[in-house]
């Protein structure tokens, strides 16, 4: 098992271009979250989805954000356009239950 | 989501101290886990309690689940150097929510 893959590792963009995270979660897993972490703000929740359809997107910033899941084993978030308030490691989880996340490695975001 | 509050912010020990951490929610949670984010890397699941005053031991880790449900705490005994990273406690509040996060405690060793 390859567990879950994030690409880019690490992106730098310039404020205002679109960045495109993308996620490859684990076959069978019908969770997948999208997490941001900062030192200011820890672990935060960006939005969730259960068999490819969001459940919660509470947590997403603002309408710069979104996040698409075309099939069970591909996810997006999309920033446009980007900000350097945005800059964070964005993590990738799933889960086949609730609990018990399995993370990918993460894609360091630097938008100067 | 709920906040979690976690302490120490940072710990520096020597090889072969033991470690104690905890965390505190004003709410209720139904779920508490324990994860470490070694750097450059995603957090993985160290310890996960599914029930009130739960003792769970991973080796030399060592986790409890408040019988308030408003707490927990992780123990490692006779730290290695390898220990080092940021552990995080996480909870959740019932089935149907996402996992909320502490900020983390940050521990260091020395040989």
Redesign the interface.
């Known amino acids: 098992d390859a567990g879950?893959i994030q690409s880019p590792r690490h992106e730098v963009t310039e404020m205002g271009q679109e960045v495109t995270l993308r996620c490859k979660p684990i076959s069978g897993h019908d969770y997948l979250?999208w997490y941001r972490q900062t030192m200011m703000r820890?672990?935060?929740?960006l939005i969730?989805f259960n068999n490819n359809v969001p459940i919660?997107d509470s947590?997403m910033p603002e309408d710069r954000f979104s996040a698409k899941m075309p099939n069970a084993s591909f996810s997006t978030l999309k920033i446009q356009p980007s900000e350097p308030r945005d800059s964070a490691v964005y993590?990738c989880?799933s889960s086949p239950t609730?609990?018990?996340?399995?993370?990918?490695?993460?894609t360091r975001l630097t938008v100067v | 989501?709920q906040q979690l509050n976690q302490s120490p912010q940072s710990m520096f020990i020597q090889e072969g101290e033991d470690v104690s951490m905890n965390c505190t929610s004003s709410s209720i949670f139904n779920?508490w886990?324990w994860y470490k984010q070694d750097p450059?890397?995603?957090?993985?699941?160290l310890i996960?309690l599914y029930k009130a005053g739960e003792l769970t031991s991973n080796g030399r880790l060592t986790a409890q689940f408040g019988i308030t449900r408003k707490d927990s705490f992780l123990n490692i005994s006779a730290s290695i150097p390898s220990d080092v990273g940021i552990y995080?406690c996480a909870g959740?509040l019932d089935?149907?929510?996402?996992?909320?996060?502490?900020?983390?405690t940050s521990l260091l060793v020395t040989p």
């Open positions: 879950v979250f820890g672990l935060e929740l969730y919660d947590g993590f989880a609730y609990y018990g996340y399995t993370f990918g490695s993460g | 989501g779920t886990l450059g890397e995603g957090p993985v699941l996960a995080f959740q089935s149907g929510y996402a996992l909320n996060f502490g900020k983390g």
